[in-house]
Protein backbone atom coordinates (compact mmCIF):
# COMPACT_ATOMS: atom_id res chain seq x y z
CA UNK A 1 0.00 0.00 0.00
CA UNK A 2 2.68 2.10 1.22
CA UNK A 3 4.70 2.87 -2.29
CA UNK A 4 1.34 2.06 -4.50
CA UNK A 5 -1.63 4.11 -3.04
CA UNK A 6 -0.61 6.18 -0.17
CA UNK A 7 0.67 8.91 -2.27
CA UNK A 8 -3.09 9.56 -3.54
CA UNK A 9 -5.42 7.43 -0.42
CA UNK A 10 -2.78 8.77 2.56
CA UNK A 11 -0.42 6.98 4.82
CA UNK A 12 -1.52 3.94 6.95
CA UNK A 13 -5.34 4.41 4.55
CA UNK A 14 -6.31 7.09 6.22
CA UNK A 15 -7.34 10.09 3.17
CA UNK A 16 -5.96 13.56 3.24
CA UNK A 17 -9.17 14.80 1.90
CA UNK A 18 -8.68 14.70 -1.44
CA UNK A 19 -9.59 11.00 -2.92
CA UNK A 20 -11.93 8.58 -0.84
CA UNK A 21 -10.52 7.12 2.06
CA UNK A 22 -10.04 3.46 1.24
CA UNK A 23 -11.02 1.78 4.70
CA UNK A 24 -14.67 3.52 3.98
CA UNK A 25 -15.03 1.73 0.31
CA UNK A 26 -17.45 -1.00 0.16
CA UNK A 27 -14.83 -2.33 -2.67
CA UNK A 28 -12.37 -3.78 -0.10
CA UNK A 29 -15.27 -6.13 0.77
CA UNK A 30 -15.68 -7.89 -2.34
CA UNK A 31 -12.53 -8.74 -3.78
CA UNK A 32 -13.59 -9.27 -7.43
CA UNK A 33 -14.26 -5.83 -7.40
CA UNK A 34 -11.67 -4.24 -6.25
CA UNK A 35 -9.62 -6.46 -8.93
CA UNK A 36 -11.74 -4.73 -11.09
CA UNK A 37 -11.15 -1.19 -9.31
CA UNK A 38 -7.33 -1.67 -9.37
CA UNK A 39 -6.17 -4.42 -11.35
CA UNK A 40 -8.70 -3.49 -14.60
CA UNK A 41 -9.24 0.52 -14.10
CA UNK A 42 -12.71 0.00 -14.10
CA UNK A 43 -12.46 3.61 -12.32
CA UNK A 44 -9.77 4.95 -15.30
CA UNK A 45 -12.73 7.59 -16.19
CA UNK A 46 -12.64 8.99 -12.35
CA UNK A 47 -9.23 9.26 -12.29
CA UNK A 48 -8.21 5.90 -10.52
CA UNK A 49 -5.73 4.65 -13.14
CA UNK A 50 -5.29 0.49 -13.33
CA UNK A 51 -1.96 -0.98 -11.57
CA UNK A 52 -1.42 -3.90 -13.71
CA UNK A 53 1.14 -2.52 -14.82
CA UNK A 54 2.68 -2.56 -11.31
CA UNK A 55 1.00 -5.06 -9.21
CA UNK A 56 0.79 -8.82 -9.25
CA UNK A 57 -2.35 -10.18 -8.98
CA UNK A 58 -1.17 -11.59 -5.37
CA UNK A 59 -0.54 -7.83 -4.60
CA UNK A 60 -3.88 -6.45 -5.27
CA UNK A 61 -5.38 -8.95 -2.75
CA UNK A 62 -2.62 -8.37 -0.12
CA UNK A 63 -3.97 -4.37 -0.70
CA UNK A 64 -7.58 -4.96 0.19
CA UNK A 65 -6.18 -7.29 3.15
CA UNK A 66 -4.76 -4.15 4.31
CA UNK A 67 -7.35 -2.03 3.76
CA UNK A 68 -9.63 -4.44 5.85
CA UNK A 69 -7.54 -4.67 8.20
CA UNK A 70 -6.73 -1.00 9.20
CA UNK A 71 -10.49 -0.57 8.77
CA UNK A 72 -11.23 -2.88 11.36
CA UNK A 73 -8.49 -1.89 13.36
CA UNK A 74 -9.77 1.31 13.56
CA UNK A 75 -13.22 0.98 14.20
CA UNK A 76 -12.55 -0.66 17.07
CA UNK A 77 -10.11 2.15 18.05
CA UNK A 78 -13.21 5.37 18.14
Same mark, same amino acid.
Given at each position: ????? %????? &??? $?? *?????? =????? %????? &??? $?? *?????? =????????????? $???????????????????????
Amino acid at each position: FSSTC %AACHG &AGA $RS *IGVLPD =LRRSP %AIGDS &AVF $RQ *IVWDGM =LEDRGMASFKTYL $RSEDVESIRAYLNSRATNDARAR
